[in-house]
């Protein structure tokens, strides 16, 4: 039996798409879990696509019994990925520290 060559498939938010198809990705818009859904599911039907990677906050909307039957198939693997971060203003735990800094008295650091 001959080996098939397997494809990479990305299902993303539309605002991120464009990145992946820079690098020669082929990124599959969805706005939001139950298109997601959708798109998912027309690409398991692939048989050509090996791996699917799924926008983490879109992987995370999805019903949990839906996630553990994603993560039980064989092929093609469903594999949740990190979107990307907005480094704009402070770290998240800097509120944290300051909240804690006017309750003490002092600054404290996190480990």
Same mark, same amino acid.
Request: glycine content about 6%.
């Given at each position: 039996?001959a080996?098939m060559?397997?494809?990479?498939? &990305?299902?993303?938010?539309? %605002?991120?798409? $464009?990145?992946?198809?820079?690098?020669?990705? !082929? #990124?599959l818009? =969805?706005?939001d879990?139950?298109e997601?859904?959708?798109?998912?599911?027309?690409?398991?039907?692939?048989?050509?696509v090996?791996? &699917?990677?799924v926008d983490? %906050?879109?992987? $995370?909307?999805?019903?949990?019994e839906?996630r !553990? #039957?994603?993560? =039980?198939?064989a092929l093609?693997?469903?594999v949740?990925?990190?979107?990307?971060?907005?480094?704009?203003?402070p770290?998240?735990?800097?509120?944290l520290l300051?909240?804690?800094?006017?309750?003490?008295g002092?600054r404290?650091?996190l480990r």
């Open positions: 039996m080996a060559n397997r494809v990479l498939r &990305v299902v993303c938010r539309p %605002a991120i798409a $464009d990145g992946f198809a820079l690098a020669g990705v !082929r #990124a818009a =969805a706005a879990a139950l997601a859904a959708r798109v998912i599911d027309a690409l398991l039907e692939t048989p050509e090996g791996v &699917v990677l983490q %906050a879109l992987h $995370d909307e999805l019903p949990e839906r !553990r #039957a994603l993560e =039980a198939r093609p693997v469903v949740p990925f990190p979107g990307p971060r907005r480094e704009e203003g770290p998240p735990e800097s509120e300051e909240l804690l800094r006017r309750a003490i002092y404290v650091r």
